[in-house]
């Protein structure tokens, strides 16, 4: 094959678009290019252009290769790249719409967690309670960054439901706990502290991972759900240790400093910068929101691993599986009131299906790290805080199964 060099104003194709300039700049006069033959076994009625293939370090040239090919296929109807742009986008949208899906895995995540602890304890040890806040932080950041100002705006609206959700917080969740208290002393035999363990919990205020499972459910939802813990929650500086006098015969000195700054740091703070950060970089938004439910299966699994691997001890106590099943059948109690009390009062609401899982949500599952909490440092037995340590468990697996099951319904209704 022989290899020629052509000047610079010489350097023509017969084609309808000329491959370089007359006039090149500097670093292309003189270059050396080699001139392909056709192929003589084609049978081709195309005609082809010379293959030229530039020997210098400069690109140029290159370039302009490119454009002309691109042109003389754009002329026969293909596009050499249209495939593998395509093919690249529909593995990114696939990449996307897994980590969305996410959320889907979380009962089986947490599940998994839990036998992990149990059979493991120290996976989770190392997540201590100062990981908590933030942790919890995170889950709500994520429900702020998928909601915006009038979301809020509009829970408000719906003082009913609100004050709903406050009474299934305070006043059937109590006496649910006073009567499966009173069962776990008289009819089970166990320990008083272990019956005073129990009402605690239910004494305790709205838990934030019902947000998020109501995010998760019903996303128009979450606002008012977070609106409804909020309440229960600033208010817990006076109900908890009123209900607790009143069941327990103790009354708890809660900390209100630190309720307050529990509530500005887990549930104010990040919902905020989840809003402000949807409203003022809304590219940014878009840009992380898709790994966002990975992180919160993640954290998700750390709240309830964590717990049950820190009193570990206390949960495999003898009396385990009896407080197993009472903690079982309060929290299951406290669902289905939930679910049918709303069905009742809102039973001609338009999305009164929704608000029935959202008030469930709200009254199945509460603050059982603040209970523990409490159980600790204000209780000197230690058998009172092995009904909280094992709430946090069950009713985070409880409620995301409902989640899992109430978002399949949905699906298969639409």
Same mark, same amino acid.
């Given at each position: 094959? $022989? ?13 309808k +678009?000329?491959?370089l300039?007359? %006039?090149l700049?500097?670093?292309?006069r003189?270059?050396? #290019?080699?001139? &392909? ?5 084609? $049978? !081709? ?7 030229? #293939? ?23 109807? &293909?596009?050499?790249?249209?495939? @593998? ?6 593995? %990114?949208?696939? *990449? ?18 839990? #036998?992990?602890?149990?059979l493991?304890?120290? !996976?989770?040890?190392?997540?201590? /309670?100062?990981?908590?806040?933030? %942790?919890?932080?995170?889950?709500m ?5 998928? @909601? ?10 719906r003082?009913?439901a609100? +004050? ?14 006073? =009567? ?17 363990? =129990? ?5 305790? @205020?709205?838990?934030?991972? /019902? ?18 813990? !909020? ?33 500005l ?19 940014? @938004? $878009?840009?992380?929101?898709?790994f966002?439910p ?16 820190? $009193? ?6 003898p ?7 009472? #903690?079982?059948?309060f ?28 008030l ?7 603050s /059982? ?26 009713? !985070? ?7 899992? *099951?109430w ?5 298969l209704?639409?």
């Open positions: 094959m $022989n290899v020629i060099t052509i000047p610079k104003e010489t350097l023509h194709l017969k084609s +678009l000329r491959l300039p007359r %006039a700049p500097a670093p292309y003189s270059q050396r #290019v080699q001139l &392909l033959p056709l192929n003589p076994l084609s $049978n !081709s009625s195309l005609t082809y252009p010379a293959r030229i #293939v530039s020997l210098s370090q400069g690109g140029g040239s290159i370039d302009l290769w490119r454009r002309y090919a691109s042109d003389k296929f754009s002329d026969m109807g &293909l596009d050499p790249g249209a495939g @593998s742009d395509k093919m690249f986008n529909e593995r %990114a949208a696939s *990449i996307v719409e897994t980590l969305k899906k996410a959320n889907s895995i979380l009962p089986h995540v947490v599940l998994a967690s839990t #036998v992990l602890a149990l493991y304890p120290p !996976s989770f040890t190392w997540f201590t /309670s100062r990981y908590f806040v933030p %942790a919890l932080g995170f889950l950041f994520a429900v702020g960054i998928n @909601s915006n100002e009038k979301d809020f705006l509009e829970a408000f609206k003082p009913k609100i +004050l709903l959700g406050y009474l299934g917080q305070y006043l059937i969740k109590p006496l649910l706990g006073f =009567i499966f208290g009173l069962a776990a002393v008289s009819l089970f035999q166990l320990p008083t502290p272990i019956g005073a363990g =129990i009402m605690l919990v239910s004494c305790v @205020s709205g838990a934030q991972l /019902s947000n998020y499972a109501t995010f998760l459910t019903d996303p128009a939802l979450a606002p008012l759900s977070i609106v409804m813990t !909020s309440l229960s929650t600033a208010t817990a500086v006076l109900v908890t240790p009123m209900l607790s006098l009143l069941l327990i015969g103790k009354k708890l000195p809660v900390d209100v400093k630190g309720m307050v700054s529990s509530i740091q887990v549930v104010i703070a990040p919902i905020a910068a989840g809003l402000l950060l949807n409203k003022l970089f809304p590219k940014l @938004s $878009n840009a992380i929101r898709p966002l990975v992180l919160s299966v993640l954290d998700t699994a750390c709240c309830v691993g964590a717990p049950l691997a820190l $009193n570990i001890n206390s949960v495999v106590s009396f385990g599986a009896t407080i197993l099943l009472l #903690v079982t059948m929290h299951l109690s406290a669902f289905l009131s939930g679910y049918f009390l709303t069905g009742s009062v809102f039973r001609n609401a338009p999305d009164s299906k929704a608000l029935q899982r959202t469930s949500y709200e009254t199945g599952m509460q /059982s790290l603040l209970a523990l909490a409490l159980a600790t440092k204000f209780f000197q037995d230690p058998l009172v805080g092995i009904p909280p340590a094992i709430s946090t468990v069950v009713m !985070s697996l409880m409620g995301f199964t409902l989640v899992m *099951i978002s399949n319904e949905k699906e209704s639409i």
